[in-house]
């Protein structure tokens, strides 16, 4: 990681604490602005575009057409209402000097002594706190918006109880999890950006490579697929591209939503391929082998590893950030903590989730372009294999089984889109 210049060093010597909170406040009021204004460039576009354009006609129906068309603009709606609030939330945060208030509270409450303690139960007060304030509209967006189109399928007592199981199982981990965050920046003193980059690559690993057995399950229940010709099939062409098969299974993902997806997992040597139930009852045999096929083409193109190279230099840009601010006075003041407090986490926290607001946004938008190109360059693959037929109407089965929208504003497709749009994606296909 890379030393502060001397220019900063003297910078964040001089600056005062209402001008830090200021800057920051600046900075989330400006992303919000742009972004809220690429949205409604977007809802505009979705609201006028009340006939089906010509070159969509062959995707979808009139019908269904309308029925996307007003899902995203309720999508949108909601999206407006959610990010205002949000925005409320982080000004109030700054202003009112919370998280300092909450860190007071957890030093009279926390049942462990010192720092770390302090900050579990700052974390336990925090995250459950943030959870149920945003819950209606996680209600609202699940129960209401998702019901209204047909794609919720989970009970209210199962959407509770994932709530509740998830909390106590992150309040857990995050003991010790902080316990050794907290000593290692405590320690490593000079060497505390080198330390925070191999704990932080270690970590990625280690999620990446448990993900498939012990995290997705988590997310619903798995069960191999049956015997047969979809079966012998997928083998076979994974033989044919070389992709190193360790298992196909079926995820029961009915029981929470009618939204279908495939997708493999594994880090080293072996993968397995899972498929949403939804998917093998909206598309053929030959449909979900060219989807398998393009997902073949992410793994031979070796995607998975650009995208994380493009993670490496977001967490060196952010771990270096944080290295030189995690000792800086003022950061901590300006978020309303007395001299003298400086919660090592709480640092992190304010760096990642409200002085970067901007340069995440931005952060988002490049790797959004990496993966729109990947997505190209996994159709081709596709097309190598003479999938190309059969991964245009995977593509329109899933539009329908997905209501995706059908018309783009080209800025807000460059801002938030990891796919490129349909329609875009089978005129390459049917090019080639």
Not at 243 to 256: A, C, E, H, T, V
Not at 277 to 293: K, M, Q, S
Not at 310 to 317: D, G, H, V, W
Not at 405 to 431: F, G, K, M, N, T
Request: net charge neutral; proline share 5%.
């Amino acid at each position: 990681m890379t030393d502060m210049s001397p220019w900063s060093k003297n910078f964040l010597s001089k600056a005062n604490p209402k001008s830090v909170a200021s800057c920051i406040l600046s900075g989330i009021w400006l992303d919000y602005i742009w972004e809220t204004y690429l949205c409604f460039r977007q809802f505009s576009l979705t609201r006028s575009a009340k006939e089906m354009p010509r070159n969509i006609a062959e995707i979808t129906t009139p019908e269904i057409y309308t029925l996307s068309r007003l899902y995203h603009m309720d999508q949108m709606k909601l999206g407006f209402a959610k990010d205002l609030f949000a925005l409320t939330v982080s000004t109030a945060i700054i202003r009112h000097g919370i998280l300092a208030k909450v860190w007071a509270l957890s030093e009279r409450i926390t049942p462990f002594r010192g720092e770390i303690g302090t900050t579990w139960m700052w974390s336990v007060i925090f995250t459950t706190g943030s959870t149920f304030i945003y819950l209606p509209f996680t209600l609202y967006e699940t129960f209401v918006l998702e019901n209204k189109y047909g794609f919720n399928n989970i009970p209210f007592e199962i959407f509770l109880t994932d709530i509740i199981i998830t909390l106590i199982f992150l309040h857990i981990l995050n003991l010790p999890a902080y316990a050794v965050f907290i000593s290692l920046v405590k320690l490593s003193g000079d060497k505390v950006g080198l330390v925070l980059w191999l704990l932080s690559t270690l970590a990625l690993l280690g999620l990446t490579a448990t993900f498939p057995t012990l995290i997705d399950p988590m997310d619903g229940s798995f069960t191999p697929l049956p015997e047969g010709k979809l079966k012998d099939d997928i083998e076979q062409l994974a033989r044919t591209v070389g992709f190193p098969l360790g298992g196909i299974y079926i995820k029961d993902s009915s029981q929470r939503t009618s939204h279908a997806n495939a997708y493999f997992a594994g880090m080293f040597g072996s993968k397995r391929i899972v498929l949403y139930d939804t998917l093998l009852t909206i598309c053929t045999p030959n449909e979900i082998l060219a989807i398998l096929c393009h997902e073949f083409g992410h793994w031979k193109h070796k995607h998975i590893a650009a995208r994380i190279v493009a993670f490496q230099i977001y967490l060196i840009l952010t771990i270096s950030m944080y290295s030189w601010t995690y000792r800086w006075p003022t950061l901590y003041q300006a978020m309303g903590f007395p001299i003298g407090v400086e919660p090592v986490l709480i640092g992190l926290m304010v760096l990642t989730s409200l002085v970067m607001v901007p340069i995440n946004s931005i952060a988002t938008c490049l790797l959004n372009t990496l993966s729109r190109h990947q997505e190209y360059q996994a159709d081709q693959f596709a097309v190598q294999f003479g999938k190309a037929n059969d991964l245009i109407g995977a593509l329109k089965q899933l539009h329908k089984g997905n209501l995706a929208d059908l018309v783009y504003d080209p800025l807000y497709v460059s801002w938030y889109h990891s796919h490129p749009p349909i329609a875009e994606r089978i005129e390459a296909l049917r090019q080639k």
